[in-house]
């Protein structure tokens, strides 16, 4: 108990894990208040709503429910918010049809030859299914409530994300720092220490985490209640929308309890986990990129909807499942394994006795022998300046190299499955210009009017005819309606704006100029990278106190520090360069792109007034991303040097730059484009471009001068 307490107060009186705890609160809260604050009127409007309805029984609630939509139905932002009191509604009038529906189901299945039987797998799936629901009384009762707050809590998972991250820091500073620094090997030596120290620090990391996970979940229940209000706790849990699968006799408060739980033991999970592989690797590196491969697996795993045997297991059993509880408490489902039907429940214990096996397997630290060297090289005595040690060092000691080609391989993994499907508008928009030509000429007008036409006329006849393979037909016709009055608004556009006359595909340049899953990954590698890479390179020499000794050298002081950020520079120009090659390959072998067209013949770069070719503004746009880097790398190389911290720096990093980054494209939330917009500027404002450009000009040359003054 007191080796516990002892790392329990090493943690918490450190400095840096208070601001790194508070940092990633604020962060994540700011994103819930941004995330639920949004659209203040219709929240008003919908608490205006509840107020008035709240206080009337279910089925007069619902009749002035429904007279309300019939007066508002015009009112966009009365509208919306009647849709979600209708959605609230309809999970406590229509729970008693949902469980009845479940049973009309299987009655309806068992008329299907395929399902008849018990021998049949599916028709026992379907029959434990039914019976679970048809047993299921609620003893709670199902209110109107303003349940918006509750459901934005329940499933907020970037505070999930930012305790990976909070997790990935605390192993680091417990385990890794200890050992790299041999002072784990010293308190071995202590009495109890062969027995107690390992389980301790285990449970400081644990427990630092769930305090973290609690402090959270409380903090945003208070948000959420001062933005929706406190429904009631004791309402039964189906009256949430969303929620009515769940196959227990709970209220809110009951879920709450379990949904904790879970998550708790997800993070026992992960802790375990994590402490494994930093015990076994011993790099902060490995144990990231590892340990967010896996949550980003059990993302992935737990989409997969369909499928029996090994596909149930994983898709049921893991993580993510765990910590959105979504087939163990919010639904009923049952793992389907070579006819056998299993509880989802028994994946627990199964998955806790795989975590004590990472824990027991990583009490003792594996240090892998060094390989003997097979074949003999010459060695020269001629001794190796500082750059050549940087080189050495970055690119070969600190696995520089294989995080450079790992992050290439993942661009390529993600470039291969790429999914360049066009909707039906864009398609015949596409179609129109392959037809009716890519510049607009004197026969442009004769063309649209007489496509006007064969669209008025297919109107007419479909209005008029009786055959129904006919109207099917017309109708598929009509399909093109969408994509025609997209190449005619192009076409006015052009013409009003007194641009170039040529129409471009624009779908064709996503790749290179939008954000997509390409330019996202990009940026997240690349400030992983920044986490990683920078810091290791100025904090190495500085922990062995090597530092001192190469300054003591020939032109060391003055040097040794453009030596390692011309080291940082051979690894991030080529990253860049190597970006901007993969998504131009891809869309050259995919596309004939017209690079001597005119910029502002897109529609991304419509606003922005520029008038040079297309082939000008990638690799101009390109040149000003390593622009970009390199000055954000010169910042970050002196906050490196000047950091007595080994971990606080890549915390933060991944923090406020990799999770806005991750959620940008799911939380309608400006500020987290932010980072994205930095390094890919195709998809920021001019505005933005020339601020941060000069903010960052500014900040290199202020460092470039008092670094030069100092020497």
């Given amino acids: 108990m007191n080796i516990f307490l002892y790392e329990w107060k090493k943690v918490w009186k450190n400095g840096a894990v208070l601001k790194v705890v508070l940092l990633f609160l604020m962060l994540s809260a700011a994103i819930f208040w941004a995330d639920t604050a ?126 990976v991250i909070l997790l ?21 030596t202590t009495k109890n220490g062969q027995r107690r120290l390992y389980p301790a620090k285990f449970l400081t990391v644990y427990f630092s985490i769930i305090v973290y996970l609690l402090l959270t ?42 949904f904790l739980l879970l998550k708790s033991f997800a993070f026992f999970i992960l802790t375990s986990l994590a402490v494994f592989l930093a015990r076994r690797l011993n790099s902060e590196m490995a144990v990231s990129f590892l340990l967010a491969g896996f949550v980003g697996f059990s993302f992935l795993l737990s989409d997969r909807f369909q499928g029996n045997d090994s596909n149930s297991i994983l898709r049921l059993w893991n993580i993510w499942t765990l910590l959105q509880g979504k087939s163990f408490i919010r639904s009923y489902d049952l793992i389907r394994f070579h006819g056998l039907l299993i ?3 028994w994946g627990i214990p199964l998955l806790f006795v795989l975590s004590l096996l990472c824990l027991l397997f990583g009490k003792k630290q ?21 750059f050549f040690y940087e080189l050495k060092k970055t690119f070969i000691c600190q696995k520089g190299l294989v995080l450079f080609l790992a992050c290439i391989m993942i661009q390529i993994f993600i470039l291969s499955q790429y999914n360049d499907y066009f909707g039906t508008d864009e398609y015949y928009y596409q179609n129109y210009i392959d037809q009716f030509g890519d510049r607009i000429d004197d026969q442009t ?21 009786e055959n129904s393979v006919t109207a099917y037909k017309l109708q598929q016709e009509l399909e093109c309606e969408g994509g025609f009055q997209r190449y005619a608004d192009r076409v006015r556009e052009l013409r009003e704006d007194g641009r170039s006359p040529l129409l471009l595909k624009d ?20 400030c992983m990278s920044f986490a990683f890479l920078v810091i290791s390179v100025f904090y190495r020499e500085k922990a062995t106190h090597m530092e001192l000794l190469q300054k003591s050298s020939l032109f060391g002081r003055r040097k040794l520090f453009y030596f390692k950020f011309l080291t940082l520079l051979l690894y991030f120009i080529p990253f860049c360069l190597l970006g901007a090659v993969l998504r131009l390959i891809w869309s050259s072998s995919h596309y004939r792109l017209d690079w001597d067209a005119p910029a502002n013949c897109l529609e991304i770069f419509r606003e922005t007034g520029i008038t040079c070719s297309i082939r000008s503004i990638f690799f101009l746009g390109t040149l000003l991303q390593c622009i970009f880097v390199v000055l954000a790398l010169l910042l970050l190389s002196r906050l490196a040097e000047l950091s007595k911290r080994r971990y606080l720096m890549p915390a933060i990093i991944l923090g406020c730059t990799v999770i ?13 484009q932010i980072v994205h917009n930095l390094f890919f500027i195709f998809t920021a404002s001019v505005y933005f471009i020339s601020g941060t450009l000069l903010i960052l000009a500014v900040c290199a040359a202020f460092i470039t001068e008092r670094k030069m003054r100092n020497e």
């Fill in 38 to 163: 949004m659209d203040s009127e219709i929240r008003t409007a919908y608490l205006d709503c509840h107020k008035t309805l709240d206080s009337l029984p279910a089925d007069e609630a619902a009749d002035l429910l429904n007279a309300f939509t019939l007066t508002d139905e015009t009112d966009y932002i009365k509208g919306h918010a009647l849709e979600l009191i209708h959605s609230e509604m309809d999970s406590v009038t229509g729970y008693e049809d949902y469980r009845q529906s479940i049973q009309n189901r299987y009655t309806q299945s068992q008329k299907i030859s395929v399902f008849q039987g018990t021998a049949s797998g599916q028709n026992q799936y379907m029959q434990r299914i039914a019976e679970r629901y048809k047993k299921l009384t609620l003893h709670f009762p199902l209110t109107l409530q303003p349940y918006q707050g509750i459901r934005k809590l329940m499933e907020f998972y970037p505070a999930d994300l930012f305790t």
């Fill in 168 to 188: 990935i820091y605390l192993t680091s500073i417990v385990f890794i720092q200890e050992q790299r620094s041999g002072q784990y090997a010293f308190s071995l």
């Fill in 217 to 258: 979940f409380l903090f945003y229940f208070v948000l959420s209640g001062f933005l929706y209000g406190f429904p009631s706790m004791t309402a039964a849990i189906q009256s949430i929308p969303g929620y009515h699968a769940v196959p227990y006799d709970w209220n809110i408060l009951t879920y709450f309890c379990v």
């Fill in 343 to 345: 509880e989802v429940y």
């Fill in 366 to 386: 594996y240090q892998s022998a060094k390989r003997a060297k097979v074949f003999s090289f010459h060695r020269s005595n001629r001794v190796h300046g500082l």
């Fill in 445 to 465: 007008d004769e063309k649209l009017q007489n496509e006007e036409q064969r669209i008025a006329a297919l109107y007419t006849e479909l209005e008029t005819t």
């Fill in 507 to 526: 779908a064709q340049y996503t790749l290179l100029f939008t954000n997509t899953p390409l330019s996202r990954s990009w940026v997240i590698l690349l």
């Fill in 660 to 672: 806005p980054t991750l959620l940008s494209p799911y939380f309608p939330v400006a500020w987290l």
